[in-house]
C-alpha cells in the first residue's frame, strides 16, 4: 500500500469517526436518536418532544441536523412531520456506539 491509499483510507475512516461523534455530542440528538433506533417506528415532531423533554421547535432543529446528515429520513403524515431512521452506514455506526453505552 502506497502512502496516497492510506492516506485516502485513514481519512475516511476518520470521516466517518467524526460524523458520529458530531450527531451523539449533542444530548438531544443522542436521545432523539436512541428514541427512534428503540422505538422502530415512526415518531413525529410532537411526539419526540414530548418524550425528550424539549420544545417542538428544538426538536426540529435537532431532526433537520440529523436529516442532513443522512441519519434520518422524514414523512409527512397530514399536518405533523414524522421521522425514522435512515438505512446508512452512519445510522449504523450511530446504532452500535448507542447499543454499547447502555
Known sequence: MNIST???QAGSSTNSA?????????????AIMKL???TRKDLC??????IVGISQSAT?????????RGAVKSARMGKAKCYTP????LTKKI???ISSLQ
Open 18 to 30: 467524526l460524523s458520529v461523534i458530531k450527531v451523539l455530542s449533542n444530548m438531544h440528538r443522542y
Open 45 to 50: 415532531v410532537h411526539e419526540l418532544s414530548a
Open 60 to 68: 426540529s432543529h435537532q431532526l433537520a441536523y440529523l436529516e442532513a
Open 86 to 89: 435512515q438505512d446508512s452506514a
Open 6 to 8: 492510506y492516506k485516502t
Open 36 to 38: 427512534l433506533l428503540n
Open 95 to 97: 446504532a452500535q456506539v
